[in-house]
């Protein structure tokens, strides 16, 4: 199994991928997939139905902004989960995460030009794994800084996309030769038995963001 674990879909604000157009790409290119919009969940029943009839596994996950006192903590990922967490103190959002079992990745950790989670150096053992390539990484530095933090410190890995637009879909997953289901893939994901394929994408995707945010390319009929 292949599993691109970080989409985002037009509930981010900032993408324009619908939730029939993520199914298709993943269908096309054989992979399961996580759908992590940034602090909402709104797209999860609709992804899940139609992961269902498209034959594509989805994980209900969400990209989750934390803060301290009033300071900007970063993006945290929570894959596996039941229920929306809504963005705030750092350590509350890891506690309702780990009250719904879901496994906690650290996106982009090292990209300063995001929203890094500042926490990680030293927080590492409260969450479960460092997404080690993420597609939309201005340089490769960010990423190799990822996967040597991931390797000193013995934790898990995760990759991503970070797709905000249909193009970008399956442009970095894990891959897990002996998982048939998504419980087994969480399983092999906890004990590391993945292995990172990715490539970045093009600067062009955030020259699009940009004016996805400012309301271009929205989809009809929502
Ligand atoms: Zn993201």
Redesign the pocket.
């Known amino acids: 199994m292949k599993i691109d674990c970080?989409i985002?879909s037009f509930r981010s604000g900032d993408s324009v991928n619908r939730p029939k157009t993520i199914i298709h790409m993943a269908h096309k290119k054989d992979l399961a997939i996580a759908i992590?919009d940034?602090n909402t969940n709104r797209a999860w029943k609709e992804m899940n139905s139609l992961g269902r009839t498209g034959k594509v596994k989805v994980i209900q996950g969400e990209?989750i902004m934390t803060f301290d006192e009033k300071k900007i903590g970063g993006e945290l990922i929570g894959l596996f989960m039941n229920e929306y967490v809504k963005p705030g103190n750092y350590l509350e959002v890891i506690d309702s995460l780990r009250e719904q079992d879901a496994f906690i990745t650290v996106?982009h950790p090292f990209d300063f030009l995001r929203s890094n989670f500042s926490y990680l150096k030293t927080e590492f053992k409260k969450i479960d794994a460092v997404e080690v390539f993420n597609s939309r990484c201005y340089s490769d530095s960010f990423n190799s800084k990822a996967k040597a933090f991931a390797l000193a410190h013995n934790l898990p890995v995760t990759a991503g996309s970070?797709a905000h637009f249909p193009e970008e879909i399956g442009n970095a997953f894990i891959e897990l030769p002996k998982a048939f289901s998504l419980e087994d893939a969480r399983k092999m994901m906890k004990k590391n038995l993945v292995k990172v394929s990715g490539k970045r994408s093009s600067l062009m995707v955030h020259v699009k963001t940009f004016f996805a945010k400012k309301g271009f390319f929205k989809p009809k009929n929502y």
Do not use: A, G, K, L
């Open positions: 970080h985002h992590t940034h990209e996106p970070d």
